[in-house]
């Protein structure tokens, strides 16, 4: 039961105001011996693992394994969508020999991330699901524009931008992500859906490539890349020129082609045992097209550098490298062997509080990205601040008694909490359910896709109606935790949003009082001004404590 006084008997200390970043802010911790971490990237064509030995001190990273097997996750059901059987069980295979791998290793954690084709397929969840019971592996999903992050993440941990604007392209099985930075938080962060064995499987019809095929490919590659190629542009400062970067494992095959090209050329001498660091010209990315199109499959398999499931799908992926470099009127490419495995690695460090130094301004990323859709959705900051910094309060007082979640929970928390009114950018009316949508589509960094449908969930039942199982969005929510998180969680958020009725901060202050024998929660109120009798705001609590009472 929840008890209100108006006035608190003993006089209140003044509250700090809620700093963007204090949901998740958290002292370094201290390790007795460097950790061991496992990433791995569940992709469209393969399921790659790095194993990384952190160095706290310095603070950096040590590759000491690596794991790849090609599933082909993205030969999905040509008429559901869903991915099939034979892929999943080679999935789930590979991830099996990955932990195994870890295992060996001393790996302390296993941080696992999905992407387009796992995000796309309808019976994406139940796989996820699939490999948690099977393995106890959790895989996150995580969106575009988070893999973008990431992967800018992991470029960074590999070469030094010197504060000059770069253009990252790394090309997936299913997408293609474009990142413009210099080293400091990204410009732009874009994913779009073209990818190597995407298009191989709806283009790729003749073998050896035929014109018409091939033509086709690049007109519908040129369609979809145009417009985030001019969004990443449109940042860029006047006179300013971009270096490009490459990453992923089709560019990276046709840079190995176009070495053996060039060694071929110098009296056979090896070709470099790394790519990292190995430029390509526009003009050899070309000329390795036109070799690639007029071979068959099984020719192409032949070549050296160039394995038989590559061969498969690199006619399309060498394609998508040729038209961005074109529209983006660059003519040379320099190779990055880290990416979204080794940006999963930075991002563990930057949430433990073990990197400072450039890469500082990331350790905020949630915070800022939910900061930038306030803006974007003209949301009222000093109204939500407070609401959050109510719903916090009640968090931390219930935490341990009423409920057992934890740090990570009460980010989210935070983020629904300054993100629920969103929805008036629409309409007032309804507008949780607005709020649901926007957040929902608003492209939140740092989150996994079920942190943002948490959220957007808490933003929905701030008001109106509690969760249903009959209600579409709270079906949406993938994990028994997100669910449990949100059953537990919204009734906090409504009385947090009923303490601030009038959106004119009338209640200064708030400190709660637990007594479990009686089971009652007291909420002492201190008004702002002494003469306000916050007649509404109390209204409100006794209208929306009965959904907390329940839960």
């Given at each position: 039961m929840v008890q209100i006084s108006p006035q608190s008997v003993n006089p209140l200390q003044s509250t700090t105001p809620l700093q963007p970043d204090s949901p998740l802010q958290s002292p370094p911790p201290s390790f007795e011996q460097p950790p061991v971490l496992a990433a791995i990237d569940v992709g469209t064509n393969s399921i790659h693992m790095v194993v990384a030995r952190i160095q706290p001190d310095l603070p950096a990273f040590t590759i000491i394994a690596t794991e790849k097997a090609t599933v082909r996750l993205g030969d999905r059901d040509p008429i559901s969508g869903d991915l099939t059987a034979a892929a999943m069980d080679r999935a789930t295979q590979a991830l099996r020999r990955c932990q195994s791998l870890a295992k060996s290793l001393a790996v302390e954690q296993i941080i696992a991330v999905a992407t387009s084709a796992v995000r796309e397929a309808p019976n994406g969840p139940a796989f996820l699901q699939r490999v948690k019971t099977e393995l106890d592996l959790t895989i996150h999903l995580i969106a575009g524009t988070e893999e973008a992050r990431r992967i800018y993440l992991g470029v960074l941990s590999g070469i030094e931008f010197h504060n000059q604007p770069h253009v990252i392209l790394d090309i997936g099985g299913g997408s293609t992500e474009l990142i413009l930075g210099s080293g400091h938080e990204p410009r732009s962060l874009s994913s779009t859906k073209v990818g190597a064995v995407r298009l191989s499987a709806l283009f790729v019809k003749s073998d050896p490539i035929s014109d018409r095929d091939y033509h086709a490919l690049g007109n519908y590659i040129r369609g979809m890349l145009e417009r985030p190629i001019e969004d990443l542009l449109s940042q860029l400062q006047p006179g300013e020129i971009p270096k490009m970067i490459g990453t992923s494992g089709t560019i990276e095959a046709?840079?190995?082609?176009?070495?053996?090209?060039?060694?071929?050329?110098?009296?056979?001498?090896a070709p470099p045992e790394s790519l990292n660091g190995y430029c390509i010209q526009l003009s050899d990315v070309r000329n390795v097209i036109q070799q690639l199109r007029k071979l068959t499959h099984a020719q192409r398999a032949a070549l050296p550098g160039l394995n038989e499931r590559r061969a498969e799908i690199i006619v399309a992926g060498a394609m998508i490298l040729q038209e961005a470099m074109a529209l983006l009127q660059l003519d040379e490419?320099?190779?990055?062997e880290r990416a979204l495995r080794e940006g999963v690695i930075v991002d563990w460090m930057l949430s433990h509080g073990l990197i400072e130094d450039r890469l500082r301004y990331q350790s905020?990323?949630?915070?800022?990205s939910v900061l930038h859709a306030m803006r974007k959705f003209k949301v009222n900051r000093p109204y939500s601040e407070q609401v959050a910094q109510f719903a916090l309060t009640l968090f931390d007082a219930t935490q341990g008694s009423l409920h057992q979640l934890n740090a990570d929970a009460r980010g989210i928390?935070?983020?629904?909490?300054m993100l629920h009114s969103s929805?008036?950018?629409?309409?007032?009316s309804a507008h949780h359910k607005h709020s649901y949508y926007l957040i929902?589509?608003?492209e939140l960094l740092g989150y996994t896709e079920a942190d943002v449908e948490a959220i957007a969930n808490l933003a929905r039942y701030h008001r109106k109606s509690p969760p249903k199982k009959k209600h579409d969005n709270y079906r949406n929510l993938s994990t028994k935790w997100h669910r449990s998180l949100v059953d537990q969680l919204h009734p906090l958020l409504r009385l947090a949003v009923a303490l601030n009725r009038r959106q004119i901060g009338a209640i200064a202050q708030l400190t709660c009082e637990l007594d479990l024998e009686q089971r009652l929660l007291y909420l002492h109120l201190q008004p702002r001004d002494l003469q306000d009798d916050c007649a509404l705001e109390l209204w409100s609590i006794e209208q929306n404590k009965d959904v907390f009472e329940k839960t």
């Open positions: 046709v840079a190995m082609l176009q070495a053996y090209r060039q060694a071929y050329r110098q009296a056979h001498p490419i320099t190779i990055c905020s990323v949630r915070e800022r928390l935070w983020a629904a909490a929805g008036q950018y629409i309409s007032d929902r589509n608003g």
